[in-house]
């Protein structure tokens, strides 16, 4: 084995990452003949016992309670509230206003769909049952049109609950990461000429 | 789809909320978690909010934003506890919701630390530890400093392996890199390390 095959898995060897028990030999015979791999492979075992020993920087005594807190009560400062709750009864009317549309559009367009598509050992209408259009793990079928609108309703409705949830997250802490923290939430806004400040905390 | 990997789970929840022997400790305060038990989730974040600090700092200048974005990791990890569906994995699960969470804010704020550009956080120097006192902080204090050297991806990677004691894979997934990849940022990041305090040693003409 030549050094420049083992040297990159040397830090692999000092870690017990070198699953191979052939490999794992041949480097280990190696290295009782080459200094130099033994040098590197030392570097890798030094360096991974200081980094070991140094422990965690550890946060303020309050985190816990922080967190704790936002669990509790979910407590979102009254402007986000407003300003989500908004947005998303927005989104919500949209997708209602939309799938409302598709099904007034649509509803006379599939009688004439499903009358003309050939459907052996089957009655031909409307709401014939639907063949899955889910991977066949699923086992989902669906036993009408309207079922079928029903469910992409309610993954709308999840997908909205979803994107709710990650924008109150993200809000806050853009707003708490912000210099002046907490603080922030409560100040007036700034008046028009003044100059916006830069958010210089993260980086 | 689900049933396999429901299996750990359904095996401790059968057993009272109690994790078998092979699981590790926080497996069962997951289960007790998502069953109701609050305080369950208070252990779990006692148990890891210095863990997922330390990994914000890899990426964070301040300690406070640190907090503050650690806060937010554990609130997400809380309310998406139901998706998790090896409890035994908590930990790595923890981790990839921690990197995610800041390379979404990075990506964000365009605040992403160019490639190859050396970094150097004040947090890693420790300014309450002066040198007259005991050589072992001085030696930690020195270690932090040439960590703080490191590319960003190499300091995330010997944080998980090294402080964290992650596996190769775990670190992979986490990440999202190839295991080779993770190999290969240990190795060169240890040796980055090691240049920077033999360098370090030869400014100060101290013993390392």
């Not at chain 1, 898995?9 to 003949?33: K, S, W």
Request: aromatic fraction near 6%.
């Amino acid at each position: 084995m030549k050094c420049v095959e083992l040297t990159e898995l040397l830090g692999a060897l000092a870690d017990g990452e070198i699953h191979d028990a052939e490999l794992r030999a041949q480097m280990q015979a190696h290295l009782a003949q080459c200094a130099s791999c033994r040098e590197e492979y030392a570097l890798q075992v030094e360096v991974k016992g200081l980094l070991a020993g140094l422990g965690h920087e550890m946060p303020s005594p309050f985190l816990l309670t922080r967190v704790l807190g936002r669990l509790g009560s979910r407590r979102v400062p009254a402007f986000w509230n407003l300003r989500l709750a908004y947005a998303g009864a927005a989104a919500a009317f949209l997708v209602v206003l939309g799938a409302a549309g598709v099904l007034t559009v649509s509803h006379s367009q599939m009688l004439g769909v499903y009358k003309a598509l050939p459907v052996p050992g089957a009655e031909r209408g409307a709401f014939a049952p639907l063949p899955s259009i889910l991977p066949d793990d699923e086992e989902v079928h669906y036993a009408s049109f309207a079922d079928l609108i029903e469910r992409r309703h309610a993954d709308a409705r999840e997908l909205l609950r979803a994107r709710s949830q990650w924008e109150e997250l993200d809000s806050i802490v853009r707003v708490l990461s912000s210099e002046d923290g907490e603080e922030a939430i409560y100040k007036d806004l700034p008046e028009p000429d003044e100059p916006a400040e830069e958010d210089e905390n993260t980086g | 789809m689900m049933a396999p990997a429901l299996t750990a789970e359904l095996m401790v929840d059968r057993d009272a909320g109690r994790a078998v022997p092979d699981l590790p400790a926080e497996a069962g305060l997951v289960i007790r978690t998502k069953n109701g038990d609050a305080s369950a989730f208070e252990e779990l974040v006692k148990m890891f909010q210095h863990r997922v600090f330390n990994f914000v700092l890899t990426r964070v200048r301040e300690r406070q934003s640190a907090e503050d974005i650690t806060q937010e990791v554990l609130v997400k990890a809380y309310f998406n506890l139901h998706r998790l569906r090896r409890p035994e994995k908590f930990k790595s699960w923890l981790f990839s919701i921690a990197h995610n969470h800041l390379r979404d804010l990075m990506r964000k704020r365009k605040l992403e630390t160019a490639d190859g550009e050396e970094t150097h956080f004040e947090h890693y120097v420790d300014a309450r530890t002066p040198d007259r006192e005991f050589s072992q902080e001085r030696l930690k204090s020195r270690v932090r400093a040439a960590l703080a050297r490191l590319k960003p991806e190499q300091r995330q990677v010997l944080v998980l392996c090294d402080i964290e004691g992650l596996s190769y894979r775990e670190i992979a997934d986490i990440m999202r890199v190839p295991l080779g990849t993770v190999q290969s940022r240990v190795f060169y990041a240890r040796k980055r390390i090691k240049e920077v305090l033999v360098s370090q040693d030869l400014l100060s003409g101290d013993e390392l």
